[in-house]
């Protein structure tokens, strides 16, 4: 039996410089004491506003920065015994394990031809020329750049290296994939092909992080974590996050912007104080409240 979680993250401490903030004359930690874990299959949003720590706290659960202090261990699917991040070894099976997009992509783009950009991870992780060339196609064509694939990457608008860059974690098949506001860039219709293909992988069982500005985004999570000043603020459901006005003031955050127009209109409509946190439940409870005033007649009762 392997661990329920795929990452377990203890007491995690991160500090990127010893010299004292010149305002504070105080050394501040950018992740201070941070535990975590991350249940296998799930999908965990992680929200919090500029500079409250999120990037450094990805970089940490996927092996990129070793902690100060604490732990991150990576339990791999059918495996009991973790691997430690501290350990350098065990450096490319976390890597194998545990994919991130970075903010950035610039910072993540290799290669010179988009298609061997894709490439590049798998490559380096040994797997056979012809499996790569299907895991390349695959993933192009999962983020809508087939007709793309021989171009230059330097040519690319930021929107289309941040596919790419997705592209490259997707076609390294990793169990985990942890998303640093990777639709950023991206148009509407770009950011929910994402979102949908982010979905998608939950269905097949990856587990997916994803940091992100877009509440909306955050309301489609299992969890949401809610990231202040280097330290875990709040985590819940999006329906505990969203429904804590107070805690989401406090780290000056907004909930979705359908839960707040539900907000607005509940003096309105007499509905009490309900919390949508998408459209669809929204509509439903301006519908109820429309039908108990009379307003909207129920449905098959139309018969003019
Ligand atoms: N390379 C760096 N060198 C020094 N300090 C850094 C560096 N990167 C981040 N920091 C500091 O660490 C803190 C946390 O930064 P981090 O990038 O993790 O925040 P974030 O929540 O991802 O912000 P954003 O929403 O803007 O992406 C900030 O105070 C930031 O100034
Ligand atoms: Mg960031």
Known sequence: MSNKNIIEAKNL???????????????????????????????????????????????????????????????????????DCSNEDHNFD????VGMVFQNPDNQLVATIVEDDVAFAPENLGIEPSEIRKR??????TVGLTAFAGHDTHKLSGGQKQRVAIAGILAMNPECIIFDESTAMLDPQG????????????EKGVTVVLITHYM???????????????KVAFSGTPKEVFGNKKMLSDCSLE???????????????????????????????IEKALKEHGIMPEKGDNNA
């Open 13 to 83: 401490i991160f500090t990127y410089s010893d010299e004292p903030d010149a305002l504070s004359g105080k050394i501040t930690a950018a992740v201070n004491d941070i535990s975590i874990d991350i249940e296998r299959g799930s999908f965990t949003a992680i929200i919090g506003h500029n500079g409250s720590g999120k990037s450094t706290l990805a970089k940490l659960l996927s092996g990129v920065f070793i902690p100060g202090e604490g732990s991150v261990q990576v339990y791999r699917k059918g495996c009991d015994t973790p691997l």
């Open 94 to 97: 976390i890597r194998k394990t």
């Open 136 to 141: 390349v196609d695959a993933a192009l064509e």
């Open 191 to 202: 950011r929910r092909d994402i979102m949908d293909t982010i979905l998608s992988l939950r």
């Open 216 to 230: 909306n985004e955050a309301a489609m999570a299992d969890k949401v974590v809610v990231v202040h000043e280097g």
């Open 255 to 285: 909930p979705p912007q359908c839960a707040i127009l539900l907000e607005k209109l509940s003096d309105l409509l007499g509905c009490g104080n309900p919390c949508a946190i998408n459209t669809q439940e929204a509509v439903s409870v």
